[in-house]
């Protein structure tokens, strides 16, 4: 399984990082994680740079893609190079997830017709604009498509993914790994919280 993280220049650490953290709990042999980016280096809002770990291209054909967020989202979005890569994102072959601004990217790829969506408050204008429904909520998806708003909220993503491809006890895991001590069960109930209206329900067992 290929995961990647689509970052930007200018992107949110918290954001793409998490995630990454998150989605690198699970610890098989056939399950990598990417930072996926238009160049060999990005730098955060915050200056942090780094290297590029797969293309926009190979994130196109992953298994899963979240697509970052950052302060130069409109001006992802204006980019014709980058979006016309983009459009190869298939959600009937992908599970599609964005994180805050990421949502933008989403709406101009017309990935979230009669789709609403959640994203953060400074974004939430834009999005609206596009065309789509803004939730006040942290999470949303439906089908193969996920969105969550709020830096900390891109755990929620991680977890949906995991649940989606390695099932209910490997996003649990994952976030006990990361839940603050002592708070580790109120943690993970809140998440299921918002993740489990979103997932598929369980295939009755054969008798």
């Keep these: 399984m290929h995961i990647a993280i689509l970052t930007f220049e200018g992107y949110n650490e918290l954001d793409s990082l998490i995630a990454l953290g998150v989605l690198n709990r699970i610890k098989t042999d056939d399950w990598r994680v990417t930072i996926a980016t238009p160049s060999l280096k990005v730098t955060s809002m915050n200056g942090v740079v780094i290297e590029q770990m797969s293309t926009l291209e190979e994130a196109c054909a992953a298994d899963a893609v979240i697509v970052g967020s950052g302060i130069a989202t409109r001006e992802v979005v204006e980019d014709q190079a980058i979006m016309s890569v983009l459009r190869g994102l298939d959600p009937s072959r992908q ?108 295939t009755p067992a054969l008798v």
């Design 95 to 202: 599970l599609i997830a964005a994180q805050c601004s990421g949502a933008l990217v989403l709406a101009k790829l017309g990935l979230l017709n009669d789709i609403p969506a959640c994203t953060d408050l400074t974004t939430k204008p834009w999005v609206i604009a596009a065309g789509v429904e803004v939730l006040n909520q942290p999470f949303y998806a439906k089908d193969n498509i996920a969105t969550a708003g709020g830096c900390l909220a891109s755990h929620y993503l991680a977890a949906w993914i995991i649940a989606r491809l390695e099932g209910n006890d490997a996003a649990e895991g994952a976030l006990h790994y990361v839940a603050p001590v002592g708070e580790k069960e109120e943690y993970i109930e809140r998440a299921w919280r918002n993740i489990t209206p979103y997932l598929p329900a369980p």
